[in-house]
């Protein structure tokens, strides 16, 4: 399949931009029609981080004349193994800032248009009105259900990308063309199935390798040329080194851009998604401690005052990083499975902790399940621990 | 007939990180059976009382399998599996 040019060209190439895009130039698919194509185009990046960073590096490099930035967060130290946008000095900043900064140092022909808010129901249509394409950079569902349905009702085309560990994904969304993400994955996991990268981990350079395809995809839209990724997956893996692709079909009970749609209009997609399963939040409800009160219990116990097993649900890599003193590990799939149950105490109250309290939670009602009806867990996790009681220790 | 079906990262824990896994069975759903039997708290993973997980895709070769039979479709012979769950990291 291939479609025609998302962006009429601009009038004119300068001298100076005609020599910069020179090697585009000499490509007759590309020319001096697409190259004014690309000038004229305005791509939104919803994200300046792991996806992001290799896309907007790119997108600038090959001279989008408009990229816009959605992004809230600042840099952090664990970002910059993968975020290439940003370095040392921009630790603290604002990402969108930082990502700016980078764009304009690669083409200051570009111009940059900062969107400094969390993209949510309210805004995202306004936001994304003014492009032509949508490039996802995100790291959670429920802003990649949200960004889907927007640009399902806005008729743009959504250029996706997932990464995980050394697993990527990659396609384009566009109603319009074929189907949409609610297609392919027609709804999230809940809370808590599915790891995070923060949980689970990616190797940096897979950001470049599903990043690139997003950008070598959002240029064959804007300029019309090739075969773009529509209705198919592409599924990179790195340890075998091989790319398959999986057909997408348009599901004709797509909730959103099928025959009968049922929504019509843009949801509450963190109440979609959810943060944290209903179990999980019933089960924390008044059985959360803080990191504090965690010291208190711990230096009670030393003094043998109390008594209580501390469980760490995380992975063992996490674990091996940094540990809050006193505390056994057994990952939180032990639980899920049932396996670790037979091994828990009866005589002792049971706490339990994980890295920001998400998984904890989710073990918590478990536990609860089970019977250990006085099971608490600790609100905040390891990283909690860290910032309050133990500030030498590493974060990650 | 035996099968390869390809697990995906977060289900490796329960094939002890074996990416590839033969399986028998004649349909989709004989398959995960057998998965099941062998690598016990899959299933569950896979699949919920109103059928295949709504964030769980399979294929059968490069063909979804909600758009074949579902967990009927049939199993051939040099067919290989694959299961794709949906993930978010970016």
């Known amino acids: ?396 | 007939m035996t099968i390869e079906v390809r697990i995906p990262t977060i289900l490796r824990p329960y094939t002890a990180g074996e990416k590839l896994v033969s399986a028998k069975g004649a349909t989709l759903q004989e398959v995960l059976n057998d998965l099941e039997l062998n690598y016990p708290g899959m299933g569950e993973r896979l699949i919920d009382e109103s059928g295949l997980r709504r964030f769980i895709n399979i294929y059968i070769n490069d063909e979804d399998v909600r758009f074949l039979a579902g967990l009927q479709s049939a199993i051939g012979e040099n067919d290989s599996i694959t299961i794709l769950p949906a993930v978010a990291g970016g």
Not at chain 1, 24 to 40: A, E, F, T, W
Not at chain 1, 349 to 356: A, D, E, G, Q
Request: aromatic share 6%; proline share 6%; glycine share 10%.
């Open chain 1, 1 to 396: 399949m291939s479609l025609p040019p998302l962006v009429e060209p601009a009038t004119e190439l300068s001298v100076d931009e005609v020599r910069r895009y020179s090697r585009h130039l000499i490509i007759p698919d590309v020319g001096m029609s697409g190259q004014k194509r690309l000038k004229n185009a305005k791509v939104l990046c919803v994200g300046a981080g792991g996806l992001g960073s290799p896309a907007l590096m790119y997108l600038a490099a090959a001279g989008v004349g408009t990229l816009g930035i959605v992004e809230f967060d600042t840099v952090d130290e664990s970002n910059l193994q993968r975020q290439i946008i940003h370095g040392q000095k921009d630790i603290g900043r604002s990402k969108a800032e930082s990502a700016r900064d980078s764009v304009l140092e690669i083409n200051p022909y570009v111009t940059v248009q900062l969107h400094e808010v969390r993209l949510d129901s309210t805004n995202v249509m306004e936001i994304f009105a003014d492009y032509d394409l949508i490039v996802d950079g995100t790291d959670n569902f429920a802003t990649r259900y949200l960004v889907n349905d927007a640009c399902v009702l806005l008729k743009k085309p959504y250029v996706w990308g997932s990464i995980y560990r050394f697993d990527g994904q990659a396609s384009v969304f566009w109603a319009e063309h074929g189907p949409c993400y609610r297609c392919l994955y027609p709804e999230p996991p809940p809370p808590g199935m599915v790891p995070s990268c923060a949980e689970g981990g990616v190797l940096g350079v897979l950001c470049a390798s599903i990043g690139s395809i997003q950008v070598t995809e959002a240029i064959k839209l804007l300029a019309g040329i090739g075969d773009p990724l529509v209705g198919r997956l592409m599924v990179y893996d790195a340890l075998e080194m091989t790319y398959r692709q999986v057909k997408i079909h348009k599901d004709p009970n797509c909730a959103v851009c099928g025959v009968n749609p049922t929504v019509t209009e843009l949801i509450d997609y963190e109440a979609f998604c959810g943060s944290i399963s209903d179990s999980a939040a019933e089960a924390a409800k008044d059985s959360t401690i803080s990191v504090r009160d965690l010291k208190s219990m711990l230096d009670a116990r030393d003094r043998g005052e109390d008594d209580f097993i501390l469980i760490d649900v995380r992975e063992p890599g996490e674990f091996e990083i940094v540990a809050i003193p006193g505390a056994i590990l057994i990952p939180k799939g032990e639980f899920l499975d049932g396996s670790a149950l037979s091994g828990l105490p009866t005589d002792k109250r049971i706490v339990l902790h994980c890295k920001v309290g998400g998984r904890s939670a989710e073990v918590l009602a478990v536990v609860k399940g089970a019977g250990f009806s006085d099971a608490v867990h600790v609100g905040g996790g390891v990283l909690a621990w860290v910032t309050q009681i133990e500030p030498e220790k590493p974060t990650y």
